[in-house]
């Protein structure tokens, strides 16, 4: 059991608040601060402190597989750590985007091999050959786009726009309301030549504008979908992602709540603080929102258009007192939320976990004691730490109240 200290992403996107006050830090920082990693990937592993200065944590499982990652771990994905854990702060929106199945990202990562493209280069869709399912479970209100909304959910939002440029588009889709619909008219939005782009674009705008004026808007099912659109198209003008946010669900979750998202399922997170876990991998297709490569054949590739409606995920008990899990078909990773309470005269006080493979355990609010055999760790709020598969089992003691823990592990291979 050893301190861990992540890395720290800036992104234009991030928080000057949110991650600096969750580790302690002066808030406002002088940059954007928009993730904050804990694994060990090789773009940017987090650091094990140890008596003689700090270690990168890849560098840790390196020397020793066997004994920071456990037989189980490494029989099924190798002498890698398999997911990634994650803060992520979004003060504005991430790009639109989806990621590819592990059989899409293998072949798309041998192809882009073989062209000779460089891992580095901003042109590389694969950057491994691995799959990206990832778990986020809101600290703060976030809010997202998710999946393809029902056809004809998106046929009656784009009728009460009121836009005339609208009609061949909405035409389109009421006449085949299915993902052969979705995709052909995802496809011509996503294609459109700049310049129709842009006579486009203005009118839907209105629309908006025009729909959240109404005197009955209070009440109107599509007010948060027009809102975004305006918030992305002020953030995004001219923007092909602005026209695509119309066809997906708008999805709030509230602090506690889970969102899963699966191979193919085009997203992009809007705003707020989340807890991120994920297979360790940086494999993105991009559809818009960002300044960053897009590659639309590609990503028409990986997209599914089957409409959803995207379930929020509410933890279940695991049987240990004050312990959560989000439960996902992700073999990768397994998380898990605790909450203690220091002046709890019951059971609430602490709990005790077993090593089954790595674990991270982070600390997001509260404080927290860590004991394991003759070792020790107070665990601050923003704080994290380093559980190796030959660790014993962890005791977990609250020093506060509404401490609460975030544990990740690997997740259970199902053949």
Known sequence: MRQLEGALRSYAWGSRTALAELSGRPSPSAHPEAELWLGAHPGDPAHVIEESGARSLRDVIDEAPLHELGERSIAAFGERLPFLLKVLAAEEPLSLQAHPSAEQAREGFAREDAA???????????????????????????????????????????????????????????????????????????????????????????????????????????????????????????????????????????????????????????????????ANSDNVLRGGLTPKHVDVPELLRVLDFDSVDVPLLAPDATGRVGEVAYAT????FVLSRIDLDASDAGAGVSVTIEPDGPQILLCTSGAAKLGCGAQSLVLERGGSAWISASDNEVHIQACADETQIFRAGVGRVTT
């Open 116 to 278: 000779g493209i460089p891992l580095d280069s901003a042109e590389r869709n694969y950057r491994d050959a691995s799959h990206k399912p990832e778990l986020v479970v809101a600290l703060t209100r976030f809010e997202a786009l998710a999946g393809f909304r029902d056809p004809h959910r998106t046929v009656r939002f784009l009728d009460a726009l009121g836009v005339a440029q609208l009609e061949p588009y909405v035409g389109l889709l009421s006449g085949q309301p299915d993902p052969d619909g979705l995709r052909a008219l995802f496809t011509t939005w996503i294609t459109l030549p700049q310049q129709a782009l842009s006579a486009l674009l203005p009118p839907v705008l209105d629309g908006c504008v025009d729909y959240l004026s109404r005197p009955d808007a209070a009440g109107a099912e599509f007010v948060p979908e027009a809102r975004t659109v305006l918030e992305l198209s002020e953030g995004y003008p001219g923007d092909a992602g602005v026209l695509a946010a119309l066809l997906l669900n708008r999805i709030t979750l509230e602090p506690g709540q889970g969102l899963f998202l699966d191979a193919g399922n085009l997203h992009a997170y809007l705003h707020g603080t989340a807890v991120e876990i994920m």
């Open 329 to 332: 078909p992700a073999p990768e």
